[in-house]
C-alpha cells in the first residue's frame, strides 16, 4: 500500500492534465455540460445504470455491483436521471438509447434491465471532466513505476511491439504536425484519409479520435426533431452517430471498442445525406471540419511534447530503453503498451494499477462523478470508492417506463436492499456483476 501511495503522489501531475482541460465548446456543448453538472451537484442524485437480464440477476445474487472500465476509466458508467416526481424519472437520451437499442443486442441474453442509483453527499464533492486520449500518459508513468517486476523475455515483447508500431505511425505523425493549423485542399484531405485509417492499424486511439470528431459533428449540427426535443431538455443527442456506426460496425454492438473504428468517408457522408438529420448537408464542409478537429486532437492528445525533430529520428531497437524512458513519447507509448497489456496475460497487472492509482487520486481531491470531456455526451461514472466514505445511496430497480412527449420516464420500482457499490478492483474480465 506504501508503494501504490508512493506511485499515487509522483504523478499528481500526469492526473491533472486528464480531467477538464476541454478548453472550448459549442454553445450547445456548454449547455448540455452545464446541465449534467447541475443534475449531479444536487443534494439527491441520481444515475441510470443498464445492464443485461443475466448479469442483473448476478448482481441481485451476489448484492454486489462493480465499476464498469472503458472511457469512464474504473467507474460505475451510467447515466443521468432527472427527478418528475416520487415515482418517475426521465432518462437521459444517452440512457435511453442505452436501455432500449443496445443493451438487449449487445448482450442476447434475455430483455435489458435498468437500476437507478440515488446519491445523497454527506461531505462536499466535485464533479469533473475526464479526457481518457490522454491517460497514455498514465499508463506509462506507471509502467516506469513498475517495469522491474516484468521479466526481461517480456520486456523485450513489449519493446519490440512499441517500437515497430511506432514506427509504422511515424510518417502518419510526421504529416499531422505539418498540417496543424494549416489549409487542407481536397488533395491533402484524401491522401490523408488514407494514411489516417492505415495509421489506426497500428495505433488504436486513432479510431477513437475518429468516433470523437465525427460524433460531435453530428451532434453539434443535426436538426432533426428529436434533436430538438433533447436540445429543449439540454442535452446532445446522440441517437444519428450511434446508429450510423452501428450501420457500419455492427461489431460494436457486441464490444464497443471504438479503436476499431476507421474513417469510412464516402459512406459516413452518403449515411448522413439519405437520413436526413441534417438538413442543408454540407458533405464537404463535413470533411473539412472533422478532418481538421482530427489533427487538433491528436496535436493536443498525443503530440504535444513532441517536436517535428524528435519524429524525423526513426526509432531503433539497438537501445529500447531510450524508448521506453523518454518521456517525450509517454503518451504514445502508453497508448501502444494499454493495448497490447490489455489484450494478453502479463505480469503484474498494469490494469490493476491504473485504476487503483487513478481511484487514490479521486479520493484525495474528493471526486465522486465524472463525466466525457470531449464532447458531453451524458455519460457518467461513479467513483465507487467514495461510497459511505463521502456520500451514501440507495439503489431500486428501474425497468418499467413510459414514453411521454417523446422522452422515456422511468419508474422507480422497489428498493434494493444490501446491494453494494464495490470498490474492491477487480479485472474487469473476472466478473460479470457489472
Known amino acids: 500500500m506504501v508503494h501504490e501511495m508512493r506511485m499515487a503522489t509522483e504523478q499528481r501531475l500526469d492526473w ?39 448479469k442483473f440477476n448476478r448482481i441481485i445474487d451476489e448484492k454486489k455491483l462493480y465499476a464498469s472500465g472503458g472511457c469512464m476509466v474504473a467507474s460505475l458508467y451510467s447515466t443521468p436521471a432527472e427527478r418528475m416526481n416520487d415515482r418517475y424519472f426521465r432518462l437521459h437520451n444517452l440512457g435511453r ?28 464533492h466535485r464533479v469533473v471532466g475526464l479526457n481518457y486520449l490522454q491517460m497514455g500518459s498514465i499508463t506509462y ?40 493549423k494549416n489549409k487542407l485542399t481536397r488533395g491533402i484531405m484524401m491522401n490523408y484519409l488514407s ?23 453530428i451532434m453539434n449540427h443535426q436538426n432533426d426533431e428529436y434533436t430538438k426535443k433533447c436540445k429543449y431538455y439540454k442535452e446532445l443527442n446522440n441517437y444519428n452517430y450511434k446508429n450510423m456506426f452501428f450501420e457500419y460496425f455492427p461489431f460494436l454492438r ?44 491528436i496535436n493536443k492528445n498525443l503530440l504535444f511534447e513532441l517536436s517535428l525533430d524528435d519524429l524525423l529520428k526513426p526509432l531503433s531497437l539497438s537501445n529500447p530503453s531510450i524508448l521506453l524512458e523518454s518521456k517525450h513519447y509517454a503518451q504514445l507509448t ?51 470508492a467514495q461510497a459511505n466514505k463521502s456520500y451514501t445511496y440507495k439503489i431500486y430497480e428501474c425497468n418499467n417506463g413510459v414514453i411521454r412527449n417523446n422522452v422515456l420516464e422511468m419508474q ?23
Open 16 to 54: 491533472t492534465k486528464i480531467h477538464d482541460n476541454q478548453h472550448y465548446y459549442s454553445e450547445l456543448e456548454k449547455e448540455a455540460k452545464e446541465k449534467i453538472c447541475g443534475l449531479l451537484q444536487l443534494e439527491h442524485a441520481y444515475l441510470f445504470h443498464a445492464t443485461s437480464e443475466e
Open 97 to 124: 438509447y442505452y436501455f432500449e437499442e443496445e443493451v438487449e443486442k449487445k448482450f442476447s441474453l434475455g430483455k435489458p434491465r435498468g437500476l437507478l442509483i440515488e446519491i445523497v453527499h454527506t461531505k462536499p
Open 141 to 180: 508513468s506507471i509502467f516506469t513505476q513498475i517495469k522491474s517486476q516484468f521479466s526481461i523475455h517480456d520486456l523485450d515483447i513489449l519493446t519490440k511491439f512499441v517500437c515497430f508500431n511506432l514506427n509504422q505511425v511515424r510518417e502518419f505523425l510526421i504529416l499531422t504536425k505539418s498540417l496543424y
Open 195 to 217: 494514411f489516417l485509417n492505415n495509421a489506426a492499424c497500428h495505433l488504436t486511439v486513432l479510431g477513437r479520435i475518429i468516433f470523437e470528431s465525427i460524433s460531435k459533428y
Open 254 to 297: 457486441r464490444n464497443f471498442d471504438t479503436g476499431k473504428i476507421r474513417f469510412l468517408a464516402d459512406d459516413f457522408i452518403n449515411y448522413i445525406a439519405t437520413h436526413h438529420f441534417i438538413t442543408p448537408f454540407d458533405d464537404k464542409d463535413f470533411l473539412k471540419t472533422v478532418l481538421d478537429d482530427i489533427i487538433c486532437m
Open 334 to 384: 502508453g497508448k501502444i503498451l494499454h493495448d497490447i497489456l490489455k489484450g494478453h496475460d502479463f505480469m503484474p497487472s498494469i490494469e490493476y494499477h491504473i485504476q487503483n492509482s487513478i481511484r487514490m487520486y479521486w479520493n484525495e481531491n474528493n471526486i465522486s462523478f465524472l463525466y466525457n470531456d470531449i464532447v458531453p455526451k451524458g455519460e457518467i461514472g461513479l467513483n465507487t
Open 412 to 434: 422507480k420500482g422497489e428498493r434494493i436492499d444490501d446491494l453494494e457499490l464495490v470498490s474492491d478492483i477487480i479485472p474487469y474480465e473476472r466478473s460479470s456483476n457489472r
